[in-house]
């Protein structure tokens, strides 16, 4: 996913490098029960993962529904950190692994 270079303002690029450090658990939604078990955090994450990929500029760097299928069917291994430490550049792969 190439957002970062695809902003064509400096005012678009730096809100999505600011976006980089925000805490997924901060830009969720609050008001459904947050996940209650690593299962839930990982489906999360999952989905989180996909809706942004699904926001490329390009559209063919967006995934397929074959590849979206592929993501949501596939058991994922665990979490590489707590759920609440996972930052939108991580899920957007600016940062580190999270799963």
């Excluded at 678009?12 to 450090?21: E, F, G, I, K, P």
């Excluded at 759920?83 to 940062?95: K, P, V």
């Amino acid at each position: 996913m190439t957002m970062l270079s695809s902003a064509s303002s400096s005012s678009s690029s730096s809100l999505l490098v600011t976006a980089n450090h925000w805490l997924l658990n901060d830009v969720m939604d609050k008001r459904p029960s947050p996940p209650v078990d690593e299962v839930g955090e990982l489906n999360v994450v999952v989905a989180v993962k996909i809706a942004l990929a699904c926001l490329c500029v390009n559209p063919k760097s967006r995934p397929t529904m074959q590849q979206i299928d592929r993501a949501l069917s596939m058991q994922g291994s665990p979490l590489s950190k707590p759920f609440s430490m996972i930052t939108l550049g991580e899920l957007l792969g600016h940062g580190g692994k999270t799963n």
